[in-house]
C-alpha cells in the first residue's frame, strides 16, 4: 500500500504507542517521517526501527516539547530548511494523570491542559501555516497533493472516565477545535480530523492494565470484549491522513471497541 509516497509527514509523540506505531505505518505506506518528541533515545529507538527496513532513511527525529512556542517554531524550521514541503500532521503528543477536581492543584490541570491541548492548537498553527502555504503553490495544479492533519483525541472526550477531569475536558476540547480547525483549512483543500482511541496499550494505561480487576472491567464494557492494540489505532489515523479519506473533514473517528455502545 503506497498511500503516502512523495509526501513529508510530522508525528508528535512518536516516541511510543500509538505515535510509533503511526510513525512506522506512514513509513510503510511512502511517507518520509519527521518524529517529534521530548526524549531522543525513544525517537531514536523507533527511528532506527523504520529506517532498518528501507535500503536508505526515511525517518528523521526532532527533539521538541510542543507545549513551547519556540521549539515547535524551531521545529517548523527545521522542516521548511530539510523537506520545504509538509503532507500529513498527526498531533498525538498526550499526558494523563488522576485526581479529582476539588483535590487537583492548579499547575496538574495547566500540566495536562498544555500537553493535550495547547500542543495541537501550536503545532496546528505553526506547521498548519507551511502546509497551507505548499498548497496554494499547487492551486494551478490538477492534481493537488493530500494533506491532511489528524488530531488524537479519546473516548474520554466523550464520555468523562472516573478522576481524569483535566484529561477528559481536554480531549473533549480536541475534537471540538478539531472541527473548528477544519473549517478554518477547508477553503484551503486541508482536511482535519480527529480520532478518539478507547482503552489500548499504550505508555498512559499501561499501569492500570497491570490490574487484572481493571483489565477485566474494560472486557466486560466492551462490546469485542478485548483491550485495542495501538496500531489498530494508527490504522484508522492512517486511513483518515490519507486520501482515501478524501470526503471527510471536521470528524471524530470513536475506535473505542464498543465501549459506548454496551
Known amino acids: 500500500m503506497n498511500r503516502f509516497i512523495d509526501s513529508i509527514a510530522v508525528v508528535t509523540g512518536a516516541g511510543s ?32 526501527t523504520i529506517n532498518n527496513s528501507f535500503p536508505e532513511p526515511v525517518a528523521d527525529i526532532f527533539q521538541a516539547d510542543v507545549t513551547k512556542e519556540e521549539e515547535v517554531q524551531e521545529l517548523g524550521k527545521f522542516i521548511q530548511q530539510k523537506y520545504g514541503d509538509l503532507h500529513v500532521l498527526v498531533n498525538n503528543a498526550g499526558a494523563s494523570g488522576k485526581s479529582t477536581i476539588l483535590e487537583m492543584e492548579a499547575s496538574e490541570w495547566e500540566r495536562i491542559q498544555d500537553t493535550n491541548l495547547k500542543s495541537v492548537f501550536l503545532v496546528s498553527k505553526i506547521l498548519g501555516k507551511m502546509i497551507i502555504e505548499s498548497s496554494e503553490k499547487e492551486e494551478q495544479n490538477e492534481n493537488k497533493a493530500n494533506r491532511s492533519i489528524v488530531n488524537v483525541a479519546s473516548l474520554s472526550g466523550h464520555k468523562a ?3 481524569i477531569p483535566h484529561y ?3 480531549k473533549a476540547a480536541v475534537i471540538n477545535f478539531t472541527k473548528a480547525l477544519a473549517v478554518e483549512f477547508a477553503p484551503y483543500g486541508i482536511r482535519v480530523n480527529s480520532v478518539s482511541p478507547g482503552f489500548a496499550e499504550t505508555p498512559l494505561t499501561e499501569e492500570g492494565l497491570k490490574n487484572k480487576r481493571f483489565e477485566e472491567a474494560i472486557q466486560r464494557n ?20 490519507s486520501s482515501e479519506a478524501s470526503y471527510m473533514t471536521g470528524t471524530d473517528l470513536l475506535v473505542d471497541g464498543g465501549w459506548l455502545v454496551t
Open 17 to 48: 504507542g500509538i505515535g510509533e506505531q503511526t510513525a512506522i505505518q506512514l513509513a510503510e505506506q511512502g511517507a518520509r517521517v519527521v518524529l517529534v518528541g521530548r526524549t531522543p533515545s525513544k525517537l531514536e529507538r523507533v527511528a532506527d
Open 222 to 241: 466492551t462490546a469485542l470484549n478485548r483491550v485495542g492494540k495501538p496500531e489498530e489505532i494508527a490504522s484508522v489515523i492512517s486511513f483518515a491522513a
Open 161 to 163: 472516565g472516573a478522576k
Open 168 to 170: 477528559s475536558s481536554s
